[in-house]
């Protein structure tokens, strides 16, 4: 189990689900200085998402979604939860490539300082203004 002082030392990986695309929020939040992983380099488009969030989990990377059923759906919440995930979830799906980008990159302080006070798993919400606030702790 990681400890809060652990948590800051390490890199942050961002992983960008399917959702958010392959370019335009990865490119983003890359100038905005954070390691980004993007599904389609590393898992076929059509990879079923417990599959995606186990490997993920694994890997200790933080998922970047507009999602915002996963929650909902009982295999793919229970893979998260079991895997691990911390997940960080935009909740409003209609926004165009460069509002989600300019979303995500707002919101990276507050994803930093919440990943140093919640341990995994968890699912939490990113609004359009950059807020993040917990969805989901078991």
Not at 61 to 67: E, F, G, S
Request: hydrophobic share 45%; charged share 25%; aromatic share 8%.
């Amino acid at each position: 189990m990681r400890t809060q002082s652990q948590s800051r030392v390490e890199p942050l990986i961002l992983f960008l689900d399917r959702s958010l695309g392959k370019h335009i929020v990865a490119e983003a939040l890359r100038q905005a200085g954070a390691a980004v992983e993007v599904h389609d380099d590393h898992f076929l488009q059509d990879a079923r998402d417990e599959e995606w969030l186990r490997e993920v989990g694994q890997r200790g990377w933080i998922v970047l979604t507009r999602d915002d059923r996963i929650r909902y759906r009982l295999h793919e919440r229970t893979a998260l939860l079991q895997a691990g995930v911390r997940a960080f979830v935009l909740v409003r799906r209609s926004l165009a490539g460069p509002t989600m980008a300019a979303t995500f990159v707002q919101a990276l302080p507050a994803i930093r300082r919440f990943v140093t006070r919640y341990q995994p798993p968890f699912i939490a919400r990113v609004t359009q203004t950059g807020r993040v606030s917990l969805l989901l702790k078991p």
